[in-house]
């Protein structure tokens, strides 16, 4: 399923895939944004951005998550983090805040917790709790996060190109 009116090969990466309990299929892609795959159509339909993150000349999407609200969270390159509430048709970056600067988030990885809780992996600035509109760094690490996992201890562990790193959530 090539993207519509791509002609970029950049554009037509697909960076991560997300199903929903409709069966339909959410990917993001490095250049192009974010994309429905309608499982009763075949149909691809982009989501655009409401409005792009002030500095981000493109919708670069690394990560998807699925929420279990229904709500699809995209991590961006350079604008931070985005969702797509149900039955929505665009991007809606979030404004949030959070301890200290955090310039131009590049979000590479999302997870949802047993509770709820959304965490961040930013390639920059660490690693982020998301409770509403506010995120608090939990801590920082080498390397860019590429994945997180809490174990039956409740602790968060990160991978990242560095290697994998241990958080107490509390």
């Not at 490095?30 to 339909?45: N, S």
Request: aromatic share 8%; charged share 25%; hydrophobic share 40%.
């Amino acid at each position: 399923f090539p993207f519509p009116g791509v002609d970029s090969p950049a554009g037509a990466l697909a960076t991560s895939v997300a199903v929903d309990s409709d069966r339909s299929v959410w990917v993001s892609s490095w250049d192009a944004g974010l994309w429905r795959l309608d499982p009763a159509t075949e149909r691809l339909d982009r989501h655009p951005f409401q409005q792009l993150p002030a500095g981000a000349a493109t919708e670069k999407i690394v990560t998807t998550l699925l929420d279990r609200q229904g709500n699809v969270w995209v991590g961006t390159w350079g604008g931070g983090l985005g969702r797509v509430s149900p039955g929505s048709r665009r991007v809606r970056t979030l404004s949030f805040s959070a301890e200290g600067d955090v310039p131009d988030p590049d979000v590479t990885t999302i997870f949802e917790d047993e509770t709820g809780t959304l965490w961040l992996g930013d390639a920059k600035n660490g690693v982020f709790r998301v409770e509403g509109n506010r995120a608090t760094r939990i801590g920082t690490l080498p390397g860019t996060p590429l994945g997180m996992r809490v174990d039956a201890r409740g602790d968060l562990w990160v991978g990242s190109t560095a290697g994998l790193f241990r958080f107490d959530r509390t």
